[in-house]
């Protein structure tokens, strides 16, 4: 499979694994942070993510204008300063 910057093998689908089943056992505070105008992962699978977390603290914050890789300044300084924040409260 070819993308705009790299290409997939068929290993990487052979290999791949689906862990949303465990997620429902997780029991640590658990901050998920999914950039907006990702298109490498669609939005939606964060938020599935999010509602199957067994922790009881938990945030889903999606960020405006980042992509998959948080790329631009802006996104990177949100991601930045969202977790540092969650670091903060709970490391």
Known sequence: MDTQKFRIGLEYFKEAKDYTEILSETNIPTLILHGKEDEDIPENFAKE?????????????????????????????KLIFFSKNWFKKYL
């Not at 999010?50 to 996104?75: P, R, T, V, W």
Request: no cysteine.
């Open 49 to 77: 993510a999010f509602q199957k977390l067994g922790a009881k603290e938990k945030k889903l914050k999606i960020i405006k204008g980042a992509d998959h890789n948080f790329e631009s300044y802006l996104s990177k300084r």
